[in-house]
């Protein structure tokens, strides 16, 4: 079982920036797809944006140009660089990895983009 620790969350201006980062328990090469999700009051759990083993990745038409997923495999962690925040990017997001043996999400870490 694959046991992930989201971090960097917190309170940001809009047009601010946050990184968030997601450790992994196990060595990231064996995780086929890590995704970055948010879920706001109210409504459904979203994909944020993903990154396949092989580096391909892809995002949602709302965040397209403003946020970047990475992945730094020697920490096996997977990061979401997020810029140009606005009022509407205020979610819980949650880490999700997905494996040949499942999927596991994270705790989730609170982002509010607030004046």
């Known amino acids: 079982q694959v046991q992930l620790v989201e971090s960097g969350g917190g309170l940001v201006q809009p047009g601010g920036s946050l990184r968030l980062s997601c450790a992994a328990s196990v060595s990231i090469f064996s995780i086929n797809r890590m995704g970055w999700y948010r879920q706001a009051p109210g409504k459904q759990r979203e994909l944020v944006a993903a990154i396949g083993s092989g580096g391909r990745t892809n995002y949602a038409d709302s965040v397209k140009g403003r946020f970047t997923i990475s992945r730094d495999n020697a920490k096996n962690t997977v990061y979401l660089q997020m810029n140009s925040l606005k009022p509407e990017d205020t979610a819980v997001y949650y880490c999700?990895?997905?494996?040949?043996?499942?999927?596991?999400w994270g705790q989730g870490t609170q982002v509010t983009v607030s004046s």
């Open positions: 999700k990895a997905e494996t040949s043996w499942g999927s596991a």
